[in-house]
């Protein structure tokens, strides 16, 4: 259908498929919603895709070709982050998307950056606020934007190169974490955001990512299911203290049996919490809200307005 469009993030951790109906300039009405960890980003360190995460991640966007074909979609815009960005292969990996009649384009950590604040910014939620920070924490990259949604205008954007799955695969090495552990993952993450500084201002913070809506989800004690549910829950800073405290005390295997968490992401949350507690610390915050509507949404504004 003419007005049926598609939106693509190939995330280091997860990609995600946004369906959705044009009902006129800057309006959808989301059709499909879904995400599939992937973990592209494995061994990120490397900056080499492995074959069987290249390979996962393919047969995932396959999948996506074939949902778009059933909902009839028209047009699809792809984007890819932090581990295509930083992979040496990456070729390989946009060759074969391409062989599936997908174009993913490459973005920027500013790019990255642009299209998240543009996702929460024209969020209705959020649109009419004198000035928000979007919190953006990825499989290998975190993303913070200050600006006004009111005049479309980012007055600060800066990318670290410090995400959940990266932080837990050069710093959590136990399981459960050791003590020396936290440590060498919290220096890690002040270390990435060192000289980064925001003007002493009110303003409203809002995160988008699988960090965020598995945190929500576990405040909340509810399943995913329906991830609008928890479109706008806040996340206070003794909320995300008290995750990081039940995180660290299981296992992995335990980790996975916490309602509302998604087990696919038991092994990586701690990681994306720690991040999210110092941003919030470096930043003057009490508070965030949770926005389910993230990167994607970003693309879907900027491709089919």
């Not at 949902?67 to 815009?77: G, I, K």
């Not at 009110?202 to 965020?212: C, E, H, P, Q, R």
Request: one cysteine or more; proline letters at 3%.
């Amino acid at each position: 259908m003419e007005n049926r469009c598609a939106a693509i993030d190939v995330g280091s951790n997860t990609v995600k498929l946004t369906i959705v109906e044009k009902e006129s300039r800057n309006a959808f009405i989301p059709l499909v919603d879904t995400a599939v960890t992937t973990r592209l980003g494995e061994g990120i360190h490397a900056k080499r895709l492995r074959e069987t995460a290249i390979r996962r991640t393919i047969n995932c966007l396959q999948d996506y070709i074939a949902l778009c074909r059933a909902h009839q979609v028209e047009r699809v815009a792809a984007v890819g982050t932090s581990a295509l960005r930083d992979a040496v292969n990456r070729d390989e990996f946009l060759e074969r998307a391409a062989e599936l009649g997908l174009n993913v384009k490459v973005i920027s950590g500013e790019e990255e950056a642009r299209l998240s604040f543009l996702a929460v910014s024209h969020d209705p939620l959020w649109r009419s606020a004198d000035r928000i920070i979007v919190v953006d924490i990825g499989g290998g990259s975190s993303e913070l934007i200050l600006g006004e949604p009111r005049l479309g205008d980012i007055q600060k954007r800066i990318s670290f190169q410090i995400g959940a799955v990266r932080l837990t695969e050069a710093c959590i090495r136990s399981d459960p974490p050791s003590i020396r552990d936290m440590a060498e993952a919290n220096a890690a993450v002040s270390e990435a955001m060192k000289g980064f500084s925001l003007p002493k201002t009110s303003m409203i913070a809002v995160g988008v990512g699988g960090t965020f809506v598995n945190m929500a989800a576990v405040k909340e004690g509810m399943e995913q299911k329906n991830p609008e549910r928890l479109h706008g829950v806040r996340l206070t800073s003794l909320d995300v203290e008290a995750q990081i405290t039940l995180y660290a005390s299981k296992t992995i295997e335990e980790r996975k049996r916490i309602t509302g968490l998604d087990p696919a992401r038991a092994d990586i949350i701690l990681g994306g919490a720690i991040i999210l507690s110092q941003i919030l610390s470096h930043c003057g915050q009490d508070s965030i809200h949770c926005s389910t509507r993230g990167l994607r949404w970003g693309v879907l504004y900027d491709a089919f307005r």
